[in-house]
């Protein structure tokens, strides 16, 4: 069994930068990939970013590629999200999300991850 804690929303300026960060605990030995979706009001889960327990493999979705920055950091067992230029498209809850399988063809489907955070909000406006 794998708990997934997220921390650090709040609200934000456009252009601003916020980060946010997914602990791990419990089981996760099985868990090969650890990223992030969002949940923005009246539209369809979509994924943010992923990124491979060796930290070798990182996936971005389009929308956010070049602005958004995922890692680990195992010594802290967290896989964090650096958001900068953020805009109000950005607006939604965000979820970390850990996986036992990574592919190349499906990582960016919420249906594939096995465990979920509880989800933090982020609000960026002026």
């Known amino acids: 069994q794998v708990q997934l804690a997220e921390s650090g929303g709040g609200l934000v300026q456009p252009g601003g930068s916020l980060r946010l960060s997914c602990a791990a605990s419990g089981s996760t030995s099985n868990v090969i990939g650890t990223g992030w979706f969002r949940q923005a009001p009246g539209k369809e889960r979509e994924f943010v970013a992923v990124v491979s327990t060796n930290g070798l493999i990182i996936y971005y979705s389009p929308s956010v590629k070049g602005r958004f920055t995922i890692s680990r950091d195992n010594a802290k067992s967290t896989v964090d999200l650096q958001m900068n230029s953020l805009n109000a498209e950005d607006t939604a809850v965000y979820y970390c999300?850990?996986?036992?399988?990574?592919?190349?063809?499906?990582?960016?489907?919420?249906?594939?991850?096995?465990?979920w955070g509880q989800g933090t909000q982020v609000t960026v406006s002026s």
């Open positions: 999300a850990a996986t036992v399988y990574l592919s190349g063809s499906n990582y960016y489907l919420d249906t594939k991850y096995d465990y």
